[in-house]
């Protein structure tokens, strides 16, 4: 998380440093320099491929600090003073036990919510104790806009609560996309885009360090002077 944080300062800072400005073209920034000087075409490669891949890079750190520890936690206090967080059953939910009827069978219960919930493998958890309550939500994170939270009734299988995607606030559905695209549960291309980012980040660390070789004093562990 603390790497993730400081990604992030480093990628705002690099873009502002590349940023043309004054006289310069976007042309002259985007263009290889292929200069007689090593240190010039590292510092080309170091900051067009981050360049190129920084949104990409940025989304994916955004999307995993959401569900850090400490960020997490200050995110998710902001989704719930926002309103934005997922609708949650109420703790209060009972099921009401039957004097002439036994609880349901796990297959009543499967079938009753394959009846009322999207197509999308699902899972089931069963009641703890006489009024608990069966709990079924999608099993795959795959397709987000397949989520959803139902709960019935163990004797009567009665629906008590349902959240679907039509119900989630802009946040929470932000969230149910931005997670599993950041653990590459999207498929084969969504982890082809994490390859893509975990190299160009790799090798804007390697480049930089490159770069800072041909800087310095030589024999010396130093800092650099500035050198346009």
């Known amino acids: 998380e603390l790497g993730a944080c400081w990604l992030l300062v480093l ?43 920084s949104l990409l890079t940025i989304v994916i750190v955004l999307t995993g600090i959401t569900w850090s520890k400490y960020a997490g936690d200050n995110f998710r206090n902001m989704q719930n003073s926002l309103g934005q967080q997922a609708p949650r059953p109420p703790n ?16 009543t219960i499967f079938d009753i919510a394959k009846a009322q919930v999207p197509a999308i493998r699902i899972q089931m958890t069963p009641p703890k104790g006489e009024e608990g309550v069966w709990r079924i939500e999608n099993y795959d994170r795959n397709q987000p806009e397949k989520r959803f939270v139902l709960i019935l009734d ?15 606030p802009v946040l929470a559905r932000a969230t149910a996309i931005g997670i599993p695209l950041h653990r590459g549960e999207f498929g084969w291309w969504n982890q082809v885009l994490l390859l893509f980012v975990g190299i160009s980040v790799i090798f804007s660390t390697i480049s930089g360090y490159a770069m800072w070789l041909k800087r310095r004093n030589i024999g010396q562990i130093s800092v650099p002077k500035i050198q346009y």
């Not at 009665?158 to 989630?168: A, D, P, T, V, Y």
């Open 11 to 53: 990628m705002f800072s690099g873009i502002y440093l590349w940023w043309p400005r004054g006289k310069a073209a976007w042309k002259a920034v985007l263009t290889y320099p292929n200069s007689a000087q090593s240190r010039v075409n590292w510092r080309y490669l170091h900051s067009v491929t981050a360049i190129v891949l």
């Open 92 to 107: 209060d939910l009972r099921s009401t036990p039957l004097a002439e009827k036994s609880a349901l069978s796990v297959q």
């Open 154 to 168: 163990a004797y009567t299988g009665k629906s008590l609560f349902f959240s679907g995607w039509e119900q989630l």
